[in-house]
């Protein structure tokens, strides 16, 4: 696992997601984004990223996560993999 790589699950506004992407490098790490938190089913292979940080937020009203993305993240911070989220995902 690389900590320095991070992905990015879609905010559902791309000038925010570009914005937020440039932030991390300027602060040394790789971003890659990703598809929407709700279109995330788990089929991404997470063993590459030391992080996922979940933009539900243009998006936050369309509704859960499938069922095997929510296992997948699981299984990735089990794994000792970073979660980061925001206001809307709690």
Do not use: K
């Amino acid at each position: 696992m690389c900590a320095e790589q991070v992905l990015i699950l879609s905010s559902g506004d791309s000038s925010l997601d570009a914005l937020t992407a440039a932030t991390l490098a300027r602060h040394g790490y790789s971003a890659e984004i990703g598809p929407q938190y709700f279109q995330f089913d788990g089929s991404l292979n997470l063993s590459g990223y030391g992080a996922v940080l979940l933009l539900a937020s243009q998006n936050w009203y369309v509704g859960d996560m499938p069922n095997r993305g929510q296992n997948a993240l699981t299984d990735f911070v089990h794994r000792g993999g970073g979660l980061v989220t925001v206001e809307w995902v709690t």
